[in-house]
Nanobody
């Protein structure tokens, strides 16, 4: 059974940093495009960042560009999201996702098949 597990969330002051991690069981990351999404209370799930199988192509949402960095370690079946200069509006439940399919657009909520349960990130003033 495929399972994605996120970790690294927590409470941080504005301007601080967090590093999220995602690991998987019964799924080989090297064969999948991967992504981070987030969902704040009362809002729709939105893309944060996507990365292709090899890591050669990366996409960020405008709201996190320049502050967040996505990376992957296929050898260790891991996905990361380094979040710097966190803002109040970054508060959300963060999910990792994976897909082996190729869809257009490739980096959207509807493009991914496997999802984790999420890790909470709360940014305080």
């Amino acid at each position: 059974q495929v399972q994605l597990v996120e970790s690294g969330g927590g409470l941080v002051q504005a301007g601080g940093s967090l590093r999220l991690s995602c690991t998987a069981s019964a799924l080989t990351f090297a064969w999948h495009n991967l992504a981070w999404f987030r969902q704040a209370p009362g809002k729709e799930r939105e893309v944060v960042s996507c990365i292709t199988r090899s890591g050669g192509t990366i996409q960020y949402s405008d709201s996190v560009k320049g502050r967040f960095t996505i990376s992957r370690d296929n050898a260790n079946n891991s996905l990361y999201l380094q979040m710097n200069n966190l803002k109040l509006e970054d508060t959300a439940l963060y999910y990792c996702a994976a897909t082996q399919s190729v869809r257009s657009p490739w980096c959207s909520v509807h493009s991914f098949d496997h999802w984790g349960q999420g890790t909470q990130v709360t940014v305080s003033s």
